[in-house]
C-alpha cells in the first residue's frame, strides 16, 4: 500500500510581475473627488477596468473620496472635470499610494471576471465594481429573492474565498444596489431588473485556508473557483507576469495556518542572519538614497532580532561579497547591479518603502517599531536569503524536517527554452539537470 504523502494545493498564491509588460498593457490613475455619487458614470465614459477604493483622505472639513483605476494603454483620456481629479502614476510608483502586487493582482481579476467583449472586440468593463463577487450557480438558495456568492480577496499572496449572501431591495424608492452581471454582483443602478444588498459581512464565515480533493462538494466548487481565476487570468494577461500566477503546492502533512506563516519566515530571517553582515549599496550623489539607507540602518540597529548582524552602507561602485541591498530609484535605473554567486544582492525601489508627507525619503514603518514586525521588509530579507541558497547551490532551513520535507519535492526551472530540474537532498545541497521533453 502505498501511504506516500503526496502534496496538496494550497490558496497561497506564486506570482512575480512584469513591470514593462503591465506598463505595455494598462494605464493607472488615481481618481480623487468630493462627490462620490459622480463617479460610477464617469467611470464608464473613462473605460475604467478595474477599480480600487483607497482610504478617505480627509484636510480640515474636507473629505475626499479616492479611488485607483485601471484603463487600457489605447483607451481615450478622460476630459478635465472640474469636480474628479485623476492623476496618472506608472506600475513603479504605486507603491507610494499604499497599492501592493496583491491588490494589483486582484485588480487584473476584476477586469478579467467582470469585464466582457464588447460589439468592436475590445474588453471593457461597465459598472466596474471595487470589489469581486463572483456568483455561485450551483448553490443559489431556493428564495429567488436571495443570491449566493464568492468573494475573492487577496491578502500577503493567500487568495480568500469567502461566500457572501445578498438580499432583493423591495424598496422601489432605492435605485442602486448590487445586480446580477457577467456572472458577478456588480454595482449599478436597477434599470428594471433586481437588485441586492448585501446580507452577511462576517470574514471568518466559510473561510478556507487549505484546498484537498477531499473536501465537500461545496468546497471542490471553491478550489475549482481557485483555479479558474488563476489560469484565465494569466491566459489572458501573461504579458503582464514573470511567473505565476499559480496555487502554491505543499505537503498536506506540512500545511499550516495563515497565522503560523509570519513567525516562521520570521524565524528563518533570523536564523540565517545570525553574525552576517549586510550592505546596503547606494547611489554616491543622490541624497534621497543616502537619507533612506541611514534611516534603513538606524531601525536596524533598534530591532533586537538583528542585533548580532552587522549592517553597513557603501556607494554601489564599491564592490563587496557576501549579502547586498541595492538601493534604486526605479526598476529602469541604469545602476542595477546582476547577481554573482559571490555577491547577492536584493534590489529595493526605496519610493515604495516611504511616505513623503509624512517621513520624507526616510524608511517609513507606520505604528511599526522594528523592522521584522513589517511584512514588506521581511518579504525583502526572505527574498535576499533565498537568492543566497539558490547562487551557492545549498538550501538552508531553521531545522532538518523543513528541509527533509523540501526533498520530497519536484521543483522546475526554465532557461534558454529548456527545462530543468533541481532536486534537494537531505543535506540541502542543489542541483539541477535538464529534463526530457514532456
Known sequence: MNTEEKPAK????????????????????????????????????????????????????V????????????????????????????????????????????????????????????WCNFNATDRLFLIMPN?????????????VMIDQHVLKLISRTFTEIEDDTVNVGYA?????????YRNRQQIFRLKSVDNQKNLINFFSIQESDYEQDKVSTLHKLLSLTQLQYWMCFKSGPIAHSCLT?????????????????IDQLIHKTVTLMIDPESAAQREFAESFGRLWQRTPELATCQIKIITDSAMTTGLNIQILDDSQDSRYQKNTPHQVIQHLIYKNFVNE??????????????????????????????????????????????????????????????????????????????????
Not at 253 to 269: G, H, S, W, Y
Not at 386 to 399: A, H, R
Open 10 to 61: 494550497t490558496n497561497y498564491i506564486d506570482f512575480e510581475f512584469n513591470d514593462p509588460g503591465i506598463n505595455q498593457q494598462f494605464r493607472f490613475a488615481i481618481i480623487t473627488t468630493q462627490i462620490p455619487k459622480k463617479l460610477g458614470s464617469w467611470f464608464k465614459k473613462a473605460q475604467a477596468l478595474a477599480i480600487k477604493k483607497l482610504t478617505v483622505m480627509i484636510n480640515g472639513n
Open 357 to 438: 508627507k509624512v517621513a520624507g525619503n526616510a524608511l517609513y514603518l507606520g505604528n511599526k517599531v522594528h523592522l521584522l514586525e513589517d511584512a514588506k521588509i521581511r518579504t525583502l530579507l526572505s527574498q535576499l536569503l533565498i537568492k543566497q541558497d539558490i547562487l551557492s547551490g545549498k538550501i538552508t532551513f531553521p531545522n532538518r524536517d523543513e528541509m527533509a520535507a523540501a526533498a520530497k519535492f519536484r521543483y522546475y526551472m526554465m532557461a534558454d527554452k529548456a527545462y530543468y530540474r533541481l532536486e534537494i537532498d537531505d543535506a540541502g545541497n542543489l542541483t539541477s539537470q535538464k529534463a526530457t521533453k514532456g
Open 180 to 188: 446580477v452581471s457577467e456572472g458577478c454582483m456588480k454595482w449599478q
Open 139 to 151: 448553490h443559489t438558495k431556493e428564495k429567488p429573492q436571495q443570491r449566493v456568492a464568492l468573494e
Open 253 to 269: 502533512e506540512m500545511a499550516v495556518d495563515k497565522k503560523n506563516v509570519t513567525p516562521l519566515k520570521r524565524a528563518r530571517i
Open 63 to 122: 473629505r475626499q473620496t479616492r479611488y485607483l483605476m485601471m484603463i487600457s494603454r489605447t483607451a481615450k483620456i478622460m476630459a478635465t472635470d472640474p469636480d474628479i481629479q485623476q492623476k496618472f502614476v506608472n506600475f513603479e510608483q504605486l507603491g507610494q499610494y499604499g497599492i501592493t502586487d496583491d491588490d494589483l493582482l486582484l485588480m487584473l481579476m476584476k477586469c478579467r471576471f467582470q469585464g466582457k467583449l464588447d460589439e468592436n472586440r475590445d
